[in-house]
């Protein structure tokens, strides 16, 4: 098991306006993002469970 603090992940940016911090294992990706005002994101699915926390 992987052990990890928001803290110790980097930013990546997915495209302006918003970016991420992610930390995942086998079966699950957790990840932490900050959106701008408006930004917004297309739908779309990952065949793992995940966790968003905004």
Same mark, same amino acid.
């Given at each position: 098991?992987?052990?990890?603090t928001p803290?110790h *992940?980097p =930013?990546?940016?997915?495209k ?7 930390? =995942?294992?086998?079966?699950i ?5 900050e ?9 779309h699915?990952?065949? *793992?469970?995940?966790?968003h926390?905004?």
């Amino acid at each position: 098991m992987k052990f990890v603090t928001p803290e110790h *992940l980097p =930013w990546q940016e997915m495209k302006k306006g918003v970016r991420f911090k992610a930390a =995942w294992g086998n079966d699950i990706m957790i990840t932490i993002m900050e959106m701008a005002p408006g930004a917004q994101i297309p739908e779309h699915s990952h065949p *793992l469970e995940q966790v968003h926390c905004y």
